[in-house]
């Protein structure tokens, strides 16, 4: 038996997958997020860690179990967990979508200098990664900067609550821009930066290793015997990845949740001349490339619920026959963007609207515009020689059969959707079954456990309509940035 846990913003998903790669239950807990100011985004550390229990002995008591042979966390990705010297949590955990730290981002990235960021990290600085957080805290609180003895993820923290192990993976340390993504350490000359030293950060691990088991007095407080161990698991979107197959060369997912995401799995590391993507390691011991939306499905939710005050998404999608030859454009930028514009302050935007614009043209452009938008990473992985034929795609828009079929063609290219859509958590599921020698490898695992339900396929005549639209979308980001 192995347990995939996917720490979420909103809620932790726990899967327990047996050792034929089956899935027998999922469970999920909810817990609150706080907005203590305009644009802030923070989460108790102590929530995630009894919810993830929570879930566990909901996941124990319905399949009535004794033993689980391993656990894999998966989670959100960026967000900044401090300890003191006695291991209690300083201060509410900073998240990934937090807003706060422009001022601290704008130092980064204009005064250390892009080039130099890249140089040390394969990256350049975001509102939403962990080091300008850190020195966000160590202008605004200093006190608290002051007492930090350890400094986490947050699925690392649940890690460390099961185990003790102080300890992350490379896939989830590539996002806090204080690791050497392409040679797997922390980096120097950013910690000398951020003003912390390598004593306060956790050893690296590739995201199969076993980091731990779980704790004797955990265990008895579930009604487990044995042993369970405990692999360093993986940030939400790697653990994703291994979850729907994507691994080895020049493979692809695309990720239609909250925010939007295009990950393309590599053998070897590589940059964008601007830093348009993030270059990230990956879970199966490669890197990818991850070009992140920060609004994908969510502006379908806001333009349904917040503006068309309409629940039957899907009723709603059926007068929507004709695609390709829509006037009207959405510009998906509710929340500013990051791939490929880093660009905080730019906000959505319709145009093209006539008399004549229905309701359903504005439904559709709002998928259309996600689609573009996600494009616009896909052109840049392109420009590094990557030639992409085949995708998977999971998330909740994914299970919109319209908004499946614009992506197909907007992109010009295969969609597979797979049987289990459950993204981070198989994955975690996975690496644990993997770290515990059920599996030699990854490559054995998938085979075993992700299976392909659907193959959507595009058509060459709307491929090309999309093609002409996609042309005029390109145009609208640099028309209306500046204002």
């Known amino acids: 038996m192995f347990i995939g846990i996917d720490l979420g913003t909103s809620a932790v998903k726990l899967l327990a997958m047996n050792d034929k790669g089956e899935i027998l ?23 995630w860690f009894k919810g993830t229990l929570e879930g566990l002995k ?3 008591d319905d399949l009535g179990i004794s033993h689980i042979d391993g656990v894999g966390v998966g989670g959100q990705m960026h967000g900044l967990v401090i300890l003191d010297e006695k291991d209690n949590v300083i201060r509410p955990a900073i998240l990934w979508n937090d807003g706060r730290t422009t001022k601290e981002t704008d130092y980064l990235n204009n005064v250390i200098g892009k080039k130099k960021l890249s140089e040390y990290t394969g990256n350049i600085a975001f509102a939403g990664f962990t080091a300008p957080k ?22 690392d923290y649940i890690v460390y609550r099961l185990t003790g192990s102080y300890v992350t993976d490379y896939s989830d340390a590539s996002g806090m821009l204080l690791l050497d993504v392409k040679n797997k350490k922390w980096s120097p000359e950013m910690l000398e930066i951020c003003g912390i030293s390598n004593l306060q950060m956790p050893n690296l691990h590739e995201s199969f290793d076993i980091v731990g088991e779980c704790r004797k007095d955990i265990l008895d407080e579930l009604g487990l015997e044995g042993t369970t161990k405990v692999v360093a698991g993986a940030g939400d979107n790697a653990a994703a990845a291994i979850g729907t197959g994507t691994v080895g060369n020049a493979r692809c997912n695309i990720s239609l949740g909250t925010s939007g995401t295009i990950f393309i799995s590599r053998d070897t590391f590589s940059v964008d001349e601007n830093n348009c993507l993030h270059s ?14 920060l609004s994908a499905a969510s502006c379908n939710k806001w333009w349904m619920e917040e503006i068309l005050r309409e629940k039957d998404f899907e009723g709603s999608q059926k007068a929507i026959q004709t695609l390709g030859e829509n006037d009207v454009f959405f510009l998906p930028y509710l929340m500013g963007e990051r791939s490929p514009h ?23 452009a709002v998928f259309e515009g996600v689609a573009f938008g996600l ?10 020689g990557t030639d992409i034929k085949v995708s998977g795609i999971c998330g909740g828009g994914a299970k919109s059969p319209l908004w499946t079929r614009i992506i197909a063609n907007v992109f010009n290219m295969q969609l597979e959707i797979q049987k289990n859509d459950e993204g981070p958590s198989l994955g975690a599921a996975i690496l644990a079954a993997v770290g515990s020698g059920r599996f030699d490898s990854l490559d054995e695992a998938i085979r075993l456990v992700v299976k392909t339900d659907k193959v959507i396929t595009p058509d060459l005549e709307l491929a090309a309509k999309y093609e002409e639209k996609y042309g005029y979308f390109r145009k609208l980001y640099p028309a209306i940035k500046n204002l």
């Not at 160590?138 to 002051?146: D, G, V």
């Not at 990230?280 to 939306?293: I, Q, T, V, Y």
């Open 280 to 293: 990230f390691a990956h879970a199966d011991g490669g890197f990818h490339l991850m070009g992140c939306m």
């Open 25 to 47: 239950k999922t469970t999920s807990v909810e817990y609150p997020v706080s907005f203590p100011k305009t644009g802030w985004s923070e989460q108790s550390p102590e929530d």
């Open 58 to 60: 909901k996941l124990i």
């Open 134 to 155: 850190i020195l966000w805290v160590k202008e605004n609180e200093p006190e608290n900067f002051k007492a930090i003895s350890k400094l986490m993820l947050p699925k």
């Open 375 to 384: 494009r616009d990473s896909l052109e840049v992985a392109k420009s590094l």
């Open 342 to 364: 880093n660009d905080p302050l730019v906000r959505a935007a319709f145009f093209g609207m006539s008399m004549d614009t229905t309701r359903e043209d504005m439904i559709q």
